[in-house]
């Protein structure tokens, strides 16, 4: 393969990424101890979280910034080093687009590059049937460019970012420099996720990105090739619920698992009417646990797959597969516990009569759709080996930091799965499992939560399961523009979810103490 030179690489400054900032970002330099000195003041805007070159979060310090962020203002894009992958495209990614942008676009067209030509053929696809154009597909050095007209640029970057099937960071620096990793680990790093899941092996199946995974097993549902809509319970992570519109046949949503309207859709599952029932354990970010036993149940009696996504559970905590057919999980959060690498998981119960129909289709899927890359799996295997640590403390300091914002005379409500829903948790919960390390809040003055968070001296950006505490106005990153829509599904759009890291536990308590101190005293003189 000829080597893409840095020297070869355009030099026009974007939004994304220049070359100056690419340079800085590849150059070798003391990282910042985020634990002892946390990334939350408006200096700190737009720095990776963690420092470092393939950092999945970045630094969104104030209120105001994640407004603006989402937003668009360049006052914060020109300052953001990187992303979260599927969102923000890292300078590497950037580069490496701009490079097959030249080679093989004309005049009037963009590219979009995919790691194989199944994922290019289906964003193909996915363009030309929602923009009615016509699109190819180029060889790029070992990988596939999608090419469009330039008016349907943002809607191949659409599949990009929910199809999951993304080049990383590592894999676009590598193609950059000529130098490709070819072969990794990947048998030892099953056996890894394996254990930490306690399953065999073989019923471990490996993608380049949580997202890819959910999609993957979307794509492996028997009921999708007659028609059938999926039934998703409970208020998902907002590209769960996306990708169901986007690449199934629709939707049925019921935003709480619990009464009479859980009734009347398990009715519906035992007739057979869905592709699949969805759930989220716990979910993102209201922390809720639906009764996986009696769900399980109504889709044995209608044949209908059981699908459950546990990234927020710490790997261990719970045994979700007891149930479902086939559980998801992005590997970049509580397995990995770096911040640094983007991978994810899916993993079929042995006894489930969709055995061999999952089986068969996720081996194709990761064979040739979204294969983790070579290098990610290296990244991951080593993060893995070191994680242990992080996740009992991360259980430990949630903890903590849940009994005391439960007692706080400033705040409204707290979710964990030790408050919320315990006894639908406590069922699925491992004999040696806790809550987990993540957790959501609200205030009783949703109008001064800004004055809050801009105080709260912990790091602050999007992602949870880093080893550094990691906190994020959850409703205004996923759901900036449907803010009144997540209301009536019962999440606020003050609602503050937290990441807890493995800080000294009373210092981290202090700092939240801190924060909310100056907001009692406000609450103490002007009405609610």
Same mark, same amino acid.
């Given at each position: 393969m000829r080597q893409l030179s840095r020297l070869e690489l355009p030099t026009r400054k974007s939004e994304f990424s220049c070359q100056l900032e690419?340079?800085?970002?590849?150059?070798?330099?003391?990282?910042?101890?985020?634990?002892?000195?946390?990334?939350?003041?408006?200096?700190?805007?737009?720095?990776?979280?963690?420092?470092?070159?393939?950092?999945?979060?970045?630094?969104?310090?104030?209120?105001?910034?994640?407004?603006?962020?989402?937003?668009?203002?360049?006052?914060?894009?020109?300052?953001?080093?990187?992303?979260?992958?599927?969102?923000?495209?890292? $300078?590497? *990614?950037?580069? /490496?687009?701009?490079?097959?942008?030249?080679?093989?676009?004309?005049?009037?067209?963009?590219?979009? &590059?995919f790691p194989t030509r199944v994922s290019a053929q289906r964003a193909q696809r996915f363009v030309e049937r929602r923009c009615e154009v016509a699109a190819r597909i180029a060889s790029f050095h070992g990988l596939q460019a999608l090419v469009v007209p330039e008016k349907a640029y943002a809607v191949a970057l659409e599949y990009w970012r929910f199809s999951g099937e993304v080049v990383s960071s590592r894999q676009a620096i590598d193609y950059l420099d000529g130098q490709p990793v070819t072969s990794g680990r990947f048998k030892i790093l099953r056996s890894r996720v394996a254990r930490l899941t306690s399953v065999a092996p073989e019923q471990v199946f490996l993608f380049s990105s949580g997202m890819a995974a959910c999609t993957a097993v979307l794509r492996s549902l028997p009921g999708l090739r007659t028609?059938?809509?999926?039934?998703?319970?409970?208020? $998902?992570? *907002?590209?769960? /619920?996306?990708?169901?519109?986007?690449?199934?046949?629709?939707?049925?949503?019921?935003?709480?698992? &619990?009464?009479?309207?859980?009734?009347?859709?398990?009715?519906?599952v035992r007739q057979g009417e869905f592709a699949a029932v969805m759930t989220e354990v716990p979910s993102n970010p209201l922390m809720r646990t639906v009764d996986l036993e009696k769900i399980a149940s109504a889709c044995r009696d209608g044949a209908t797959p059981f699908v459950v996504d546990v990234s927020v559970a710490i790997p261990g905590s719970v045994n979700a597969l007891r149930y479902a057919d086939v559980i998801t999980s992005s590997l970049t959060k509580w397995y990995s516990t770096k911040g640094d690498v983007m991978a994810g998981m899916a993993c079929v119960r042995e006894d489930s009569m969709f055995h061999a129909d999952f089986a068969v289709a996720l081996a194709g899927e990761v064979a040739e759709c979204a294969p983790m890359y070579p290098g990610d799996s290296l990244a991951l295997l080593n993060n893995i080996k070191e994680g242990e640590e992080l996740r009992a403390k991360a259980h430990q300091n949630a903890q903590a930091l849940v009994h005391m914002l439960l007692a706080h005379p400033a705040v409204d409500q707290v979710w964990h799965p030790s408050v919320t829903c315990r006894n639908e948790y406590d069922k699925i919960r491992s004999p040696q499992g806790g809550y987990g390390g993540l957790f959501s809040f609200t205030l009783k003055a949703p109008k001064k939560v800004a004055k809050f968070y801009d105080a709260l001296a912990v790091c602050k950006g999007p992602s949870f399961g880093t080893p550094f505490t990691l906190v994020c106005p959850y409703v205004l990153l996923a759901h900036y523009r449907e803010q009144d829509w997540a209301e009536g599904c019962g999440v606020p759009p003050h609602l503050i979810r937290v990441s807890a890291g493995c800080e000294d536990q009373e210092l981290l308590l202090q700092k939240f103490t801190d924060a909310l101190a100056e907001l009692w005293r406000l609450l103490q003189t002007i009405p609610l």
């Open positions: 690419f340079q800085r970002l590849t150059t070798a330099a003391p990282m910042r101890n985020l634990l002892l000195e946390p990334a939350w003041q408006e200096s700190d805007l737009g720095i990776p979280l963690p420092d470092h070159l393939h950092a999945v979060s970045v630094c969104l310090p104030t209120w105001k910034s994640v407004v603006e962020y989402e937003e668009g203002r360049d006052r914060v894009l020109r300052k953001m080093r990187v992303g979260y992958p599927r969102f923000f495209r890292h $300078p590497g *990614v950037e580069r /490496l687009f701009e490079v097959a942008q030249r080679e093989v676009a004309s005049e009037g067209e963009r590219s979009v &590059v028609g059938k809509k999926t039934l998703q319970i409970e208020f $998902p992570y *907002v590209d769960s /619920l996306k990708i169901q519109e986007l690449f199934g046949n629709g939707v049925v949503f019921l935003a709480e698992g &619990v009464g009479e309207s859980l009734d009347e859709a398990l009715r519906r």
